[in-house]
């Protein structure tokens, strides 16, 4: 039963109940994962190069065999299509370094692995203890979890069709894009691209370091060691400079082609620096008889400079096919003095007609009273028999113009004439077309009002403003239709999707932007649009009605426009439905729908028979060998080139003499510490894009003891719970050589296009999140022992000093708690965004049913109360300024007693709460 209206309004989401997904694996799956697949592979256009030296160009023997067929064709549509093939080969194209050596593409085939299930109305649950009207939801149902046996997941992933749940994904948007094709099916399926690349030019361009740091200058490179890290995804370190980036975008956009419906369009968002160039490119992948138009949108106020000052940033837009592309129109209102003032004439209230002045139209004077209207051609081209004949207006005889018709019959035009909808312009009639008679007109492709409010709104460095992607979304998609953003950066796409009933997609190489996005998902609210049909979800569209304000102003999402014909043949006149205005309903405040975030992880390396998760190097002819072979050997060059390795609060050391371990079975470089040799350093590399696993580190350790190393560096782009624990403790609580995790930023695994720039400063020590697992003095209604969590912060150990630094828990960019952990995918039951204003948008919906202190405690270090899971242990995710993400996992049995610093602290917390 939905509320009454006395009731104060209540969270709810969308559910996209008539789509289905691929049921993929959870991470805690993914060394038993075998799934294995080819490359996909993408061919290019073969077309010739632009001076056809035909005796020289190896194309030749194809543009005969063409020739040949248009002769030997035994239909005209045979002879076309050979002849269209035939003529494509003789247009010139953007032709770059390396393009003419890459035939195709291929790229891995790779598994995605779901790391993360969140759900804000699951975390609006554990609220639920601070209303008086208690009740509890089924979580698995919140966060959209199938919970498939882990049985199922090994045999059966990619096999069941699952419930729909938006995704956010890390990982290189060339990898990801193929899986969805690869393993998903998900060629054809996908309505809108939105993509935002990088513009290609500045160090700035594009990319943000930190959570909570906006800014990046542009500068020389001796100038970047300042800048303890550069995500290298995001800015103009292209070894081959524009050639590289130019082939960056033709592979990204080849594969995103093969994902669009044949309805489907592309947007690709670019700034007037490398415009020119990348409409070449889309014209080479999309063809350039899809082009659907150019957008120009306003990304900032006027600012001067030393020459014209550039104001918009702009959309090529694209269709898969111009032919069956989806378009609804968008209609803005009608402002006064706009359409180069073809609304020229003014009829007063008591009736004199007369011109506006120049200076009226140019807004120097005040306009006057009255009803401004466009004088309108009131004949069309054609003589007819009963149409072309003359109409008396104000006692004068009028005719059509030669080979001319009156645009209705003569009944009507005396209508028209009689309702006062004619004037006499000179020695020809018109029809008095009133601003009032329809108060908007068509959005054309340049958006004026598209200007991000305050710098202060912003969460990225390079955000875009919300309307100029919803415009993009409502032209070309209807509620349910799924969206997908190569380039998550503050997560905008997934915004607009999710506000307007859209399914999402969005995927990021850097862990920042996917930080920025999954805390500005969790957080916000939205209208909740009424559905037609509440039972298919946002499929079934919205729900539109005509509605006036108390100055008769149209202001509902029906808008009646009247026509010269509506008039004058007596017609109800036409409704326009402004896609923009659904009704909204206030008994509700929406909020995000259930997602997950998932990452690009390939098959294990462990293809040996024992599968013990030890790489059979032993084998000559192992890819899996080959490939991880290649991987260290890539990182142990990276490491070389840029050896220095960031701590916290913006300390450093630095490695030297990097080089290939010697005799190392496990451990793949050693080096020494720079000013002290006598120091040294094992280092062993994590997969290529997984997480480092408990018995890697424990390996890796027992090597570097037996060799003697004074410290172990394990270096990946993720750590399992127990590796961090594990290396946490060796040297102090385990026996063994210290021990640090090093995470790498996720850039590198865009492979050999990019720089290797002495400069970047590419890793950082992992810290480990300091938690403390409590008792509480309550007791449930149940009477189950609760516990809660508190986040003292996170530590980190110089490896060169061995001393201890700490990020205090008030000073975290998030931190969030699953508290019935299974070991194998992570659920946000609660989220906390100390020292934030990050959920003041649900605490100003939802105020009437929860306390102050309620959303205060969510900015906090301690969570809420809760019963101990069927798991018996919990876990606590820390995200760090890099956007690192840092796992530690507790059993409930471990449970910390009420001491009497606990007993204070409990005490203090429940007495708030």
């Given at each position: 039963?939905p ?7 209540k969270a709810?989401?969308y559910t ?8 993929r694996?959870e991470?805690g799956v993914?060394a038993q994962?075998?799934?294995d697949?080819?490359?996909?592979k ?5 077309s010739?190069?632009p ?8 194309a030749?023997?194809?543009?005969e065999?063409l020739?040949?067929?248009i002769q030997?064709?035994?239909t005209?549509e ?8 035939l003529?494509?080969?003789s247009?010139?194209?953007?032709n770059?370094s390396?393009?003419a050596?890459?035939p195709?593409l291929?790229v891995?085939?790779?598994?995605l692995f779901i790391?993360?299930r969140?759900s804000t109305?699951a975390?609006i649950e554990?609220?639920k203890g601070?209303?008086?009207?208690k009740h ?17 997941q ?11 749940v938006?995704r956010m994904i890390?990982?290189d948007?060339?990898?990801?894009m193929?899986?969805?094709v690869?393993?998903?099916g998900?060629?054809?399926?996908v309505q809108m691209?939105y993509?935002?690349?990088?513009y290609g030019v500045?160090y700035?361009s594009?990319f943000q370091p ?8 542009h500068?020389?490179d ?6 303890p890290?550069?995500v290298?995804?995001?800015r103009?370190t292209?070894e081959l400079?524009?050639?590289?980036y ?5 592979d ?5 082609r093969n994902?669009?419906?044949n309805?489907?369009?592309i947007?690709?968002q ?12 889309l ?6 008889e899809n ?5 120009a949108f306003a990304?900032t106020s006027s600012f001067t400079s030393g ?6 940033d702009y959309?090529?837009?694209y269709a898969?096919?111009?032919d ?10 009608r402002?006064?003095r706009?359409e180069?003032g073809?609304f020229?004439?003014i009829?007063?209230e ?6 506006l002045?120049?200076q ?12 401004r209207?466009?004088a309108d051609?009131?004949?069309?081209p054609?003589f ?5 004949g003359?109409i ?6 009028y005719?059509p113009?030669p080979?001319?018709h009156?645009k209705?019959?003569?009944i009507g035009?005396q209508?028209?004439i ?17 601003e009032s008679?329809?108060p908007l ?5 340049v958006?004026e009002?598209?200007?991000?409010g305050?710098?202060t ?5 390079v ?7 919803q415009r993009?979304i409502?032209?070309?998609?209807e509620?349910?239709?799924l969206?997908l953003d ?9 915004f ?10 969005t995927i ?13 998902l969790?957080t ?6 009424e559905?037609k049909?509440?039972?298919?979800g ?6 539109y ?10 202001v ?5 426009r ?9 017609e ?20 995000s729908g259930?997602?997950c975030?998932e990452?690009?992880i390939?098959t ?10 030890t ?8 890819s899996a ?8 050997q890539?990182m ?8 220095v ?8 050391i630095?490695?030297?003499?990097v080089r ?8 793949n470089a050693e080096?020494?510490?720079k000013g002290?040799?006598g120091?040294s350093?094992?280092i062993?590399f ?8 408990e018995?890697?580190?424990?390996e ?11 410290t172990l560096l394990?270096m990946?782009y993720a ?6 624990e594990?290396l946490a403790?060796c ?9 640090h995790a090093?995470?790498m930023?996720?850039?590198?695994m ?5 720089k290797n ?9 992992a810290?480990?999140?300091d ?7 309550k007791l449930?209604?149940d009477?189950?022992?609760l ?10 150990v ?9 990020l205090k828990?008030?000073n975290?960019p ?5 508290t019935?952990y299974?070991g194998n995918?992570f ?7 100390p020292r934030t204003?990050?959920w003041d948008?649900?605490?100003?919906a939802?105020?009437?049913?929860y306390d102050?202190?309620v959303?205060?405690h969510?900015?906090?270090t ?9 798991n ?8 760090d300024d890099?956007?690192?993400e840092?796992?530690?996992v507790?059993?409930?049995a471990?449970?910390?007693e009420l ?7 409990n005490?203090?917390l429940?007495g708030q709460?």
């Open positions: 039963m509320p009454s209206k006395k009731t104060p309004p709810e989401s996209h109940t008539e789509a289905t997904l691929a049921s694996p991470v993914q994962f075998k799934h697949k080819g490359p996909g993408y061919r290019y256009d073969s010739l190069a001076d056809l030296l035909w005796d020289e160009n190896p030749r023997e194809r543009g065999a020739i040949a067929q030997q064709a035994k005209l045979e002879a076309k299509a050979a002849a269209a093939e003529a494509a080969m247009k010139p194209f953007l770059w390396g393009k050596e890459q195709e291929s891995p085939s790779l598994p790391h993360e969140l109305q975390i554990t609220l601070h209303l008086k009207d509890t939801v089924e979580q698995a149902s919140l966060f959209g979890d199938p919970q498939r046996s882990i049985t199922d090994l045999l059966g992933s990619y096999t069941y069709p699952d419930n729909w938006n890390l990982g948007s060339l990898s990801v193929n899986s969805l690869e393993f998903e998900m060629a054809g399926k691209i993509m935002d690349p990088p500045k700035g594009n930190f959570v909570r740091k906006r800014d990046v200058a500068g020389a001796s100038d970047m060691s300042r800048e890290e550069m290298k995804a995001y103009d292209w400079g524009l050639h590289s130019l082939s960056y975008m033709r990204r956009l080849r594969v995103a994902l669009l419906s309805s489907g369009s947007f690709v670019i700034s007037d620096e490398n415009i020119h160039h990348v409409r070449e490119v014209d080479e992948v999309m063809g350039s082009f659907a138009g150019l957008i990304k020459r014209l000052s550039s104001v918009y959309c090529l837009w898969r096919d111009i069956q592309l989806r378009y609804n129109q968008l209609w803005v209102p402002i006064e706009t180069g073809t020229s004439w009829e007063s008591s009736g004199i007609i007369r011109r002045s120049a009226e139209m140019r807004g120097e004077v005040d306009l006057p009273t009255g009803k209207f466009r051609n009131i004949v069309s054609g007819t028999a009963s149409g072309s003359p008396v207006f104000e006692g004068k005889e005719r113009s080979n001319s009156w209705t019959s003569a035009m209508k028209l009689d309702l006062g909808r004619v004037i006499a312009t000179g020695k020809v009639l018109a029809y008095k077309r009133f008679d329809f007109m068509p959005i054309a492709n958006w009002d598209t200007i991000l305050t710098f709104d912003k969460l990225y460095v955000q875009t403003g919300t309307l100029t992607i993009c409502l032209m070309t998609t509620p349910g239709d969206i190569p380039t998550c950066g503050s997560g905008t796409s997934a607009v999707a999710e506000q307007w009933g859209r399914r999402w997609i990021d190489v850097s862990r920042v932007p996917l930080a920025l996005a999954r805390q500005r969790l916000a609210t939205f209208d909740y649009y559905l049909d509440s039972s298919r946002p499929a079934g569209g919205f729900n009605k005509r509605k006036q304000n108390k100055k008769g102003e149209e509902g999402g029906i808008v009646p009247i026509t010269l014909g509506s008039i004058a043949n007596n109800p006149p036409e409704e326009v439905v402004l896609v923009d205005r659904p009704e909204v309903d206030k008994r509700y405040v929406r909020v259930p997602f975030v990452a690009v390939p294990p390396l462990d293809l040996d028979a024992d599968g013990d998760g790489p059979d190097f032993k084998q000559p002819n192992s060998a080959e490939t991880h072979a290649d991987h260290i890539r142990t060059k990276v490491l070389s080139a840029c050896p390795i960031n701590l916290t609060q913006g300390e450093t630095e490695l030297e003499g290939s371990a010697s005799d190392g079975f496990v451990l080096a020494t510490l002290n040799s120091h350093v094992g062993v994590g997969p290529q894009s997984g997480a480092v696993s018995k890697l580190a424990v890796a350790n027992q090597e570097a003891y037996s060799k003697g190393c004074k394990v990946g750590f399992e719970a127990k590796a961090l594990y403790n040297g102090k609580k385990i026996h063994g050589t210290p021990a090093v995470t930023t996720p850039d590198l865009m492979g050999d296009l990019l720039m002495r400069s970047s400063q590419i890793f950082s020590v810290g480990r999140p938690v403390r697992l409590l008792k509480s003095s449930s209604e009477g189950e022992q516990y809660r969590v508190r986040v003292l912060g996170l530590d980190t110089n490896p060169e000093t061995m001393d201890s630094d700490e828990g008030d975290l998030a931190w969030l708690l699953d019935d299974n995918v659920h946000v039951c609660q989220a906390f965004f204003r990050a948008a649900l605490k100003k939802l105020k009437a049913d102050e202190s959303w205060a969510l900015s906090s301690v969570s809420s109360l809760f019963p101990a899971g069927k018996g242990q919990i876990a606590v995710k820390v995200i890099r956007g690192n840092l796992i530690t507790k059993a409930i471990d449970a910390l001491d009497q610093q606990n007993q204070q602290d005490e203090a429940e709460q």
